[in-house]
């Protein structure tokens, strides 16, 4: 990093500690899942990875945000220890994603994210990449329908389908009563359970958010709340545009933090289509 003019070397700071943050969470939770501890039981006893959070399905969504970065690094031409660090990170973090078994994650999150990536990486030499990519995510999808877990994840008449479409109904219902304004922030569990809930929902009255990123912004900021976030996307994207064909042939380190931006934000809307994505803590 010393041979860097300091702004790269500011970014890649920034960047380390994310990989570095996202490695610590994976290994953690690793090291738990061997003695058996912070797991959440799943279906039929399924195990499934938390690590330092209260739910897996926020492992995935903060690990979404991390694996981007590492796998440019390993994809484009750095020194050797910064791949071989960064390939190690990217190994940890993928184990722990799996252990998460959170669909979201596994099969729509991280493959969309890494499409990106790869793109962006490999431009027209990305399509090998990409079949194989998706090959991968079939073949394991399919594999995984056969356990318990996953078995009902194309069943939307019981379980977690069910009840995700049922809140996207009364999240709707919700914003239909209050389109301008929405009901506040975090406020989507107390209107949902007392008002708003489904009568064939009712085992699953503590939702806290509605489960999509569109509807979750409405909700909680109104109609100028969802305004400003497209906006935000039209900038965001434009940006990237302009950036990525001058620094493709110019910087590849500004490009490698471009490609790393792109794929975690691509995850963050991938994922966030069935989850929450935007308003936690960390993310």
């Known amino acids: 990093l010393r041979t860097l003019p300091v702004d790269e070397t ?3 700071r920034f960047v380390d500690i994310l990989i570095l943050t996202g490695f610590a969470v994976a290994a953690i939770g690793l090291f738990q899942f061997t003695l058996g501890e912070s797991i959440i039981t799943a279906e039929e006893g399924a195990r499934r ?3 330092v959070y209260g739910s897996p399905n926020n492992v995935g969504l903060f690990l979404g945000r991390c ?3 590492a796998l440019v690094f390993v994809l484009l031409k750095f020194d050797r220890r910064r791949r071989f660090l960064s ?6 973090m993928f184990i722990a994603a799996l252990l998460t078994q959170s669909s979201g994650t596994l099969f729509i999150g991280i493959p969309v994210a890494l499409v990106i990536v790869f793109t962006l990486a490999y431009r027209s030499q990305a399509i090998l990449p990409i079949i194989g990519l998706g090959l991968i995510t079939i073949v394991g ?4 329908l056969q356990f318990p877990r996953f078995s009902n994840l194309l069943d939307f008449s019981q379980g977690t389908d069910f009840y995700r479409l049922r809140v996207w109904d009364s999240a709707i219902n919700i ?3 209050h389109p301008v304004t929405g009901i506040g922030l975090d406020q989507f569990l107390y209107m949902f359970r007392g008002e708003y809930i489904m009568p064939d929902a009712w085992e699953e009255p503590t939702l806290s958010h509605p489960h999509n990123f569109v509807l979750d912004f409405w909700t909680r900021l109104g109609l100028p709340g969802i305004i400003w976030f497209i906006g935000v996307q039209v900038v965001f994207w434009r940006i990237i545009q302009l950036n990525y064909t001058r620094l493709f042939h110019d910087n590849r380190i500004r490009l490698s933090l471009l490609i790393g931006v792109a794929g975690s934000m691509t995850n963050l809307l991938a994922h966030g289509l069935i989850d929450n994505s ?3 803590l960390d993310l």
Not at 141 to 144: D, G, I, M, Q, V
Request: charged share 5%.
């Open 10 to 12: 500011n970014l890649l």
């Open 49 to 51: 990875l938390a690590s």
């Open 67 to 69: 694996i981007p970065f």
């Open 87 to 92: 390939g190690f990170a990217l190994g940890i």
């Open 141 to 144: 999808f399919a594999f995984a």
């Open 175 to 177: 914003i239909a009563d």
């Open 278 to 280: 935007v308003f936690v």
